[in-house]
């Protein structure tokens, strides 16, 4: 039996008299009802039931009411017919309120209805988390006990603009300050209404690393920091130390580099924000590689397995892929533990009732891709307020992991979390919540790159992730510059000049163009799709010289995302050095001629004409380039 994070609400049956014989309700009663959730800016919500029961038979009459409220704080219950108020009797058990309404005098007769409202005020069904207020309303059950059923969510404009909504509602209208959306019976069978409202979430974070090289030569690590994503922009107050570069592989990962000494142990300190959005930002960009990559088979996820691939060819779609996965796999509580083996996709199938987040997760992605849609696994964090209802499988820093496909009609990545809709009931396929922070991204390869969390020493059950509520950071500028180098001391015909672009800012700048200009023209340039914090690109080119400067340029400037760099050049200084090394050199070899040859004439003249006809070949040649430049 799934659980349900809030009430899920049941008409459990009427109390009737009958004149002649006993027969079922649903049988003799037809029942409409309208249900209006009105969230208050507190973020306690009053809920109206308005109720009307239509007698099917002339024999028989509806005494009493009887309401199921499962996981719910109601409070102030009441309930009024017309002008009068109702006898309400309620009786608590341990996730269950019992409401029996006591309807009035009887209303006979075929076709005869009555109109009643019950009434209540709940603190829990609308939370603000951090910068969000999160809305989520029960999903109802027995549907077909209600002829008509429609719901009403009321949110005031004050708890912020709307971020996202599940299902689609028939209407969205104003009134009097207020965002009113409408739902219809079959909107909300499957799955509540889970709403999030404000522009985007903060968390604030501290990570820890723990590294070490046991060998007695240098060597280089790396450990994953949380990238940027579509749906998050990640902003870095301290790395500590500083890495000496940061790398973004192929699945979009931030690798942050660190060279060890023999026998080093070293611990590495990051903090930083996150916002995480509601919609997402088409800001990275996939290439169709790696979307390749991501329809491959691997360990955990067996593409080509008969079953997996037979399942895949049914299914087709990622929407019918996720329904499957949640509908017959079970979460198992008792498997949570920080020594937890993972299944795979072939084994969650086998094994339907022992998953955790990571046999939906794979099984979903198993599925996906024998069917051709691009998935991924994604690791991070998910701000959870019940284990129970929305579990952390990855006990160890209590991580989470929930998949992503890929959409060629949205050309970007959706992530869905199979696991805790399984266990919550709510939609999570529509529309990711803002709780969800991303850490890694698997695609190339399922266990590759560590998750922040796992880089310990020896078996420890130190906490290395603390994540918390936050805010981002006032100062957000982007701090973008560029360093000038010469690997070598002097070049007689061009000058070789490294351009380091380096990101001193908190967070990530794109699609840089970095350009080596020639006086007006361009005469270098590349394209750097993303620099993340602390991360140094290098582009490396030569200014030319040619014989005695003829092909110096006037000037020469570096342009960088918003940073100008512009190179000394000192065309005389060129010349008069070319000049003097010419000099020397010659100088040089005629000395050497002259106590080689000693009175021999005839050898000197020889080996200073060849000498003069080489100089004047070499320096027609260069007239001859310079004159096609």
């Known amino acids: 039996m799934k659980n349900c994070k809030f009430c899920t609400i049941i008409l459990l049956g009427f109390l009737l008299i009958f004149s002649t014989k006993n027969v079922k309700g649903d049988v003799n009663f037809t029942t409409d009802s309208n249900v209006e959730y009105k969230v208050q800016t507190t973020g306690e919500t009053v809920v109206t039931n308005t109720i009307t029961i239509r007698n099917r038979s002339s024999q028989l009459y509806a005494k009493s009411y009887i309401l199921n409220l499962n996981n719910v704080n109601a409070k102030n219950i009441k309930a009024y017919e017309a002008s009068d108020q109702l006898n309400v009797f309620q009786e608590k058990f341990e996730d269950l309120t019992k409401v029996r309404v006591e309807l009035g005098d009887p209303i006979t ?75 219809q019976k079959e909107d909300i069978e499957k799955s509540g209404v889970n709403g999030g409202f404000g522009l985007f979430q903060s968390f604030s974070f501290i990570l820890n690393y723990h590294l070490e090289n ?26 500590q130390p500083k890495p000496t570069n940061i790398n973004v592989d192929d699945d979009g990962n931030w690798l942050a580099n660190f060279t060890l000494s023999p026998r080093e142990k070293l611990d590495v300190k990051v903090e930083g924000s996150v916002q995480i959005f509601a919609k997402p930002r088409k800001l990275i960009t996939t290439s169709p590689t790696t979307l390749l990559e991501n329809l491959k088979p691997s360990e955990f996820w067996q593409t080509q397995d008969e079953q997996i691939h037979n399942l895949a060819l049914e299914l087709k779609t990622p929407e019918a892929i996720y329904s499957y996965v949640t509908k017959n796999l079970n979460y198992n509580y008792d498997r949570v533990n920080p020594d937890v083996s993972r299944l795979g996709a072939k084994l969650a199938l086998a094994n339907p009732d022992d998953a955790m987040c990571m046999e939906f997760t794979d099984l979903f992605i198993a599925l996906a891709r024998s069917a051709g849609i691009p998935a991924r696994e994604v690791n991070g964090y998910a701000y959870s307020e019940n284990a129970k209802i929305q579990p952390l499988s990855l006990v160890a820093d209590v991580l989470h992991a929930w998949p992503e496909y890929w959409s060629d009609e949205a050309d970007m990545w959706i992530a869905v979390d199979p696991t805790w809709e399984s266990t ?62 010469y690997p070598y001391f002097y070049q007689l015909f061009n000058k070789t000049v490294n351009v380091s672009i380096i990101n ?81 050199l010659l100088t040089s070899v005629l000395i050497f001629v002259h106590f080689k040859a000693g009175n021999n004439a005839s050898f000197k003249l020889n080996f ?21 430049l």
């Open 214 to 239: 046991a060998t007695s030569q240098k060597v280089d690590r790396e450990i994953a920091i949380p990238p940027d994503t579509s749906l998050q922009r990640v902003f870095y107050s301290k790395i």
């Open 109 to 183: 007769g075929e076709g005869k209805s009555r109109t009643f409202v019950v009434t209540y005020t709940d603190d829990t069904l609308a939370t603000k988390t951090g910068e969000v207020w999160e809305i989520t309303i029960p999903k109802l059950a027995q549907g077909n006990s209600f002829r008509e059923y429609d719901l009403i969510l009321s949110v005031p404009e004050e708890l912020g603009q709307e971020a996202y909504i599940t299902p689609e509602p028939r209407s969205v209208s104003d009134n009097e300050g207020r965002k009113l959306y409408k739902f």
């Open 424 to 485: 919550s009931g709510i939609d999570y396929f529509s529309k990711l919540d803002l709780r969800h922070f991303t850490f890694v991204i698997h695609g190339k390869d399922p266990t590759t790159p560590l998750s922040p969390g796992s880089y310990k020493l020896g078996k420890t059950s130190e906490k290395d992730v603390f994540v918390s509520f936050g805010t981002i950071p006032e100062e957000r500028v982007s701090n973008v510059q560029i360093e000038v180098s």
């Open 608 to 628: 200073l004409t060849r000498l003069f006809k080489s100089l004047h070949v070499f320096t027609q040649k260069n007239k001859n380039n310079q004159k096609n």
């Open 504 to 584: 001193k800012g908190s967070t990530a700048v794109y699609n840089i163009e970095p350009k080596v200009l020639y006086g007006e023209n361009v005469a270098n340039t590349t394209y750097i799709s993303v620099l993340p914090p602390n991360a140094s690109a290098v582009l490396t080119f030569q200014v030319p010289y040619g014989f005695l400067g003829r092909k110096v340029p006037n000037n020469v400037t570096v342009l960088a995302y918003r940073s100008k760099v512009e190179l000394p050049i000192n065309k005389n200084n060129i010349i008069i050095t070319q000049l003097l090394i010419f000099t020397i």
